[in-house]
């Protein structure tokens, strides 16, 4: 019996020794081999870290005037599991459908399935965003949707802080600035060209936290500032800008032409002072389009035969080589040139006039003797080339043809 007694001693003995030890070992391990890996673990998971958004630069005209700008902007956001609870899914839905433009059966449905959005075992999810039409709404939008949530107690609805691209003066100057996307992407004109120098650089705060996420007292705190992109200043003018659109939009709706250009320059400078294009687009709305022409650039991006407004290269060419009299006179209304008679614009011409008068009437006949038969070919050539015809402007737009 007392064998038995000692020998069932020694086994539970052992046995606690061979767990102790065991104990020991694992206490080593973990404190000793791991003891960095499960530090550098746990301090991940006490660890958080934010970006803070660097502000995109202002774009201004040439007097300062704001001509794009980042704004707040919210997304809204939907908690199905509290909605569900509360069972009030249909003022909800009512709610954003009024807010958000979605009344209709087809944008109600789409509310209805969001706000009751499930997981895939069954449970609803605790925040589902509304996209897209309760991505980055305005802040008038959002104070809507603020008075009616407070109105009707509602609860499950969220208006999640973002930043927006805003033009100000909506439509005006959008071939020249292009537009910045909601998916943070800049999409033609200075926005696209300039977005490196606009778009700065973000920062980030670092801190340790608890559980529920709270900064912890004392915790290392580890924060790099965000650096704002920089602003660009124009030389175009809001005003003359504004002038521009105005008679345009006159002449286009009394017309309606497949597309219209205009530009503004000083002339002493070749600053441009207002550059514009019909069909256009409002950059704010970029997604309201009638078609995918509306976003053509044709001041830079399209090329024309000059018209009448090229006769200045022929006469400066004149000019300097002394070959324009304004004395002398030549017999309007048309000439004869290899392969084509060259008609005046009224056909009939004006008789015998002198070079000073077929300059007034912007007579064709009077430029072709000045250019073909006065200059000749390789001279007209040379002064075409020294205007600078057939190269580009380099004006800092993209797309110039």
Known sequence: MVKKVRARSLLIGGVFTLLFVSLVVRMYWVQVVEASWLLNKAEAMWETTQVIRAKRGTIVDRNNKILAEDAPAYTVAVNPYVIHNSKTEKEVADVLARALNMNTAEGLQKLYSLITKKKPDGSFLSQVEIRNEGWKIDSATADKIK????????????????QKRYYPAGQLASH?????????????????????TLHGTPGSISYEKDENGNKLPNAKVVYKPAKD???????IDQNIQYYIEHAMEKVYDKFRPK???????????????????????????????????DFFNHAVGSQYEPGSTFKIVTLAGAVEEGLFNPNDTYMSGRIKVPGAWIHDHNYVGWGRISYLDGLKLSSNVAFVKLGYEKLGEQKLRDYIKAFGFGEKTGIDLPGEA
């Open 147 to 162: 008075k009616e949530i407070k109105e009707k107690d509602l609860h499950g609805i969220y208006l999640l802080e973002e």
């Open 259 to 293: 597309s219209m250009t205009a530009i503004a320059v000083d002339p002493k400078t070749l600053e441009v002072l207002g550059m514009s294009n019909l069909p256009a687009f409002n950059p704010n709305e970029y997604w309201s389009f009638h078609d995918q022409k």
């Open 176 to 196: 020249i600035l292009g537009y910045f996307d909601k998916q943070g992407k800049a999409v033609m004109g200075l926005e696209k060209l300039y977005d490196e």
């Open 229 to 235: 992109g920089k602003s660009i200043k124009l030389t």
